[in-house]
């Protein structure tokens, strides 16, 4: 979220697609354009692992590399995962978000089941991106069928190569009819804004490192300034509490296209000690009760990103939510509260029957 809470998680973003799809390509492309932020890479996949940026980078070992930003990059097995997060994760590496560019032929469910039943303190899932070749949709979906079942998995999905498809327009309708409630967002050459996955930060804050913005020639991207049309985003902001079931029935229903929630919440007299932090990515949705900081305005402040959402519809929603009255329903934070993560409880923070 940009503000470093000590509690703060570093979500950790699964990147899916079959071989040919585009997925190193788009990972490329958020290193490249990371603002200044940390990427942490782990690929995992057979053979050697193909980065562009490690013309700058400087090997540790075989399958670990140090890039010029601090980006970490290991070629792993899925049963060392847990070990490379916690690497990734520990303060001193001073990571932002980590990507998991998953195996072409890995099943992106199995990844996605880890993350969730991870007691990494330290981490939080951040979605599976799913990326497909729309030149090559059909030809993939008869060699590999289960892509339709990857697609409804999907928080975001990512339909590259649009420029070489004949028939695009049909691909991306084909691929809204096959998902369940993601965004889906077109692309050439992998180029997604990064603002969609996380919140990049000035690159004036790495003093005395460089990072790819440094690195990299700005001039190869000058054409992909629309890239923020691709998604849609929304600022909310409350003098006056949320009232808690109205928010939770808000977020129950949160439209198709809606991909990220983050920002804090004041629900007012139903805790008057906390605001909660929410952390929302597709389907996945977490709260962090935190004590409100001395001096600071009690306000709700709210972010919403998503493709081809109705920004004015969900302010309205989000305007019904609040509410003044002085005292509170006794119940009325279960909801809430549920997705307080308890440390000794497996989380359910993401609703997903087609994960278990």
Known sequence: MGQHRGRQQIPVVVLAGFLGSG????????????GGSRIGAIVNDFGSVEIDAMAVAGALGDSTVSLGNGCLCCAVDASELDSYLARLASPAAGIDIIVIEASGLAEPRELVRMLLASEHPGIVYGGLVEVVDAAEF????????????HLALADLVVVNKLDRAEDGERVLGLVHS??????????????????????????????GQLSFDDLYDHGEHEHAGHLHAAYDSLSFVSEVPLEPRRLMAFLDSRPEG??????????????????YAVHAVGRFLRFYPEPWPVGDARLTQLVLIGSGIDAAALEK?????RNDAPHADEHGMWGVLRYVRDPEEQDDGRPYDSVG
Do not use: M, W
């Open 23 to 34: 997925k190193t390509t788009l990972l490329n492309h958020l290193l490249h354009r990371s």
């Open 258 to 275: 809606l991909y990220r929630i983050k920002g804090y919440v004041d629900f007012g007299p139903y805790d008057t000690r906390n605001r």
């Open 178 to 207: 096959l998902t369940d409630r993601p965004a889906v967002v077109p692309a050439t050459h992998g180029r997604v804004d990064p603002e969609f996955l996380f919140d990049c930060q000035p690159a004036g804050e790495r003093i």
């Open 138 to 149: 059909d030809d993939t979906r008869a060699r590999h069928p289960e892509i339709d079942r």
């Open 317 to 321: 929603e989000l305007r019904a939510c």
